[in-house]
């Protein structure tokens, strides 16, 4: 029997997450603390008391859900929860997995991601594209969907979430193309994002550049807990190599599926989704019957996956 843990992306973000966890627990406000120092600006202010429309700015919702899965993780580590023999994060939760795993320092880490954020916002001008969840269809079909609508626009799938969940990426003409045209391609649903940049597709080349020459900046070592990357589906325990992944996943679909597969081939079978949110949970019960799923977001659902010796 062998434990997981993931880390969520963007969109698992919200005013007031983990405020019950950091009154009964000091090291989730430490956390903060560190990563305001990092930054110059108080993250734990914007995380607790808002706006939302700043919690949502890439460059502040990136370190900000980097923080919060440390600070689950500090006190899983706190409490003694068994140690995962893998772990694997969605997108930005990639860099969450890789400061858990000991590759990355927290610190570096949450500078970067607050730079990705930054690199990704300006590689599009605001408005010029758009993400937009493609439900019911299957993945060659939401290919085809976007290879069928694109004319000459830039439009791919990138977020395979789950079976049946798909993410698109591109020009907003061509992403409104395509969630105009999805029922008749036989999807159940198209639902345009509320997103201000459009990740993972070939627009964020710019983005990709200058986090390949900020990466180069950062030590990285080799993580002491397998880490599966997006991009690849791999594990990768050569700096140089985890450099070359995180910067092709910033344009380069999130294949998540695949990856919550391998880790169930690799012997997992119980799964902890370390962050603010369920979203991960979700998606991993629609992905494998093999492996159980739980959320670790406040004291309740920590005692519970404790107290069951997770589950």
């Known amino acids: 029997m062998s ?27 430490e956390t903060f603390q560190q990563a305001s120092e990092a930054l110059a600006q108080d993250l734990w202010a914007i995380v607790s008391a808002g706006p939302q429309e700043t919690l949502n700015q890439t460059e502040n919702t990136q370190p900000a859900m980097l923080a919060a899965g440390v600070a689950v993780w500090r006190v899983w580590q706190e409490r003694g929860g068994e140690q995962p023999v893998m772990m694997a994060g969605h997108s930005l939760g990639e860099y969450t997995a890789l400061v858990c795993a000991g590759s990355l320092d927290f610190t570096d880490a949450i500078t970067l991601v607050r730079d990705r954020g930054q690199f990704m916002q300006s590689a599009v001008p605001a408005g010029q594209g758009a993400m937009a969840a493609i439900l019911g269809l299957k993945d060659d079909a939401v290919r085809g969907l976007c290879e069928q609508v694109a004319e000459g626009d830039v439009l791919s799938a990138v977020n395979f979430n789950s079976p049946g969940q798909v993410v698109i990426a591109g020009t907003a003409a061509a992403v409104e193309r395509a969630v105009a045209q999805a029922s008749e391609a036989g999807a159940k649903r198209a639902v345009t994002l509320p997103v201000s940049v459009p990740s993972h597709c070939a627009l964020m080349h710019p983005a990709a550049e200058n ?18 990357h997006n991009a690849d589906v791999f594990i990768h325990d050569e700096a140089d190599a985890i450099r070359a992944v995180l910067v092709q996943q910033i344009e380069q679909p999130v294949r998540w599926v695949e990856s919550v597969q391998h880790l169930v081939a690799n012997g ?15 998606l991993n019960k629609r992905i494998t019957k093999d492996a159980k799923t739980v959320a670790v977001y406040d004291p309740s659902s920590l005692d519970k996956a404790l107290a069951e010796g997770v589950f």
């Open 3 to 29: 434990l997981a843990f993931v880390f969520p992306g963007q969109g698992s973000q919200s005013i007031g997450m983990l405020d019950a966890m950091a009154t009964e627990y000091s090291i989730v406000k």
């Open 268 to 282: 997992v079978d119980r799964i902890i989704e370390c962050g603010p949110g369920r979203v991960l949970m979700g």
């Open 211 to 228: 986090m390949a020459k900020r990466l180069a900046e950062v030590t990285i070592h080799p993580p002491g807990i397998r880490v599966v």
